[in-house]
């Protein structure tokens, strides 16, 4: 009789102790089901659309949130990566530098004007913005001395990213690594002995 007692104590105890186990688990099952956010692909309000294009581009128009309540999320989504890069800086800078008077050249205020012009304005928002998001990643600095007056290269160096925004990771580096920006940003060039 002790050993089918003891028997019995240790089954009550190793069942007591998966009990206890399990408990936290099941809970926590029943809590994060749904995860915080609800799952939706076409919008309820306008105010759910905003907020997705507010994430997804560089602003929510009134006409990009119909377009999303209407086509949903993922409708919105294949339309942006069915979009054509149209808006380079590159060619556009160097044809407002030859409407420039003689004696004067394109100034890092042009080129930054042009990208506040391009991310607002662009069709293709969701590119923008995900090339935004990759210029924080793969980083050529025109904030040294090497490049501080290298503006159509800086051009060059965002239509790079732009281009590559929607595509393969491995493609976008390698397109960076051969681009002469990245070689003048990384160069040990006017490097001096310490």
Same mark, same amino acid.
């Given at each position: 009789?002790? *050993?089918?007692?003891?028997?019995?104590?240790?089954?009550?105890?190793?069942?007591? @102790?998966?009990?206890?186990?399990?408990?936290?688990?099941?809970? /926590?099952?029943?809590?994060?089901?749904?995860? #915080?956010?609800?799952?939706? =692909?076409?919008?309820?309000?306008?105010? %759910?659309? !905003?907020?997705?294009?507010?994430?997804?581009?560089?602003?929510?128009?009134?006409? =990009? *949130?119909?377009?999303?309540?209407?086509?949903?999320?993922?409708?919105? *989504?294949?339309?942006?990566? !069915?979009?054509?890069?149209?808006?380079?800086?590159?060619?556009?800078? +160097? /044809?407002?530098? @030859?409407?420039?008077?003689?004696?004067?050249?394109?100034?890092? &205020?042009?080129?930054?004007?042009?990208?506040?012009?391009?991310?607002?304005?662009?069709?293709?928002?969701?590119?923008?913005?995900?090339?935004?998001?990759?210029?924080? *990643?793969?980083?050529?600095?025109?904030?040294?001395?090497?490049? $501080? &007056? +290298? +503006? $159509?290269?800086?051009? %060059?160096?965002?239509?790079? $990213?732009?281009?590559?925004?929607?595509?393969?990771?491995?493609?976008?580096?390698?397109?960076? @690594?051969?681009?002469?920006?990245?070689? $003048? #940003?990384?160069?040990?060039?006017?490097?001096?002995?310490?």
């Amino acid at each position: 009789m002790p *050993i089918a007692s003891t028997a019995q104590r240790l089954s009550c105890a190793v069942l007591l @102790t998966f009990a206890s186990l399990s408990a936290p688990v099941l809970a /926590q099952d029943a809590i994060f089901t749904d995860s #915080y956010e609800l799952a939706f =692909d076409v919008p309820a309000t306008n105010a %759910e659309a !905003a907020r997705f294009l507010n994430q997804a581009s560089f602003g929510a128009t009134p006409a =990009d *949130i119909a377009i999303v309540r209407q086509v949903g999320v993922s409708g919105w *989504i294949s339309q942006q990566i !069915a979009n054509p890069t149209v808006t380079l800086s590159r060619n556009w800078l +160097e /044809q407002y530098a @030859t409407t420039l008077p003689a004696g004067t050249e394109v100034s890092q &205020d042009d080129r930054v004007q042009r990208w506040y012009h391009v991310a607002v304005t662009a069709p293709d928002q969701l590119r923008q913005k995900v090339a935004y998001a990759l210029s924080q *990643i793969v980083v050529a600095s025109d904030r040294d001395a090497g490049l $501080i &007056d +290298e +503006e $159509i290269l800086m051009g %060059e160096w965002n239509d790079i $990213i732009v281009r590559n925004a929607l595509g393969n990771y491995r493609d976008l580096l390698v397109q960076t @690594t051969y681009s002469p920006m990245m070689g $003048i #940003y990384l160069t040990t060039r006017r490097n001096r002995k310490f």
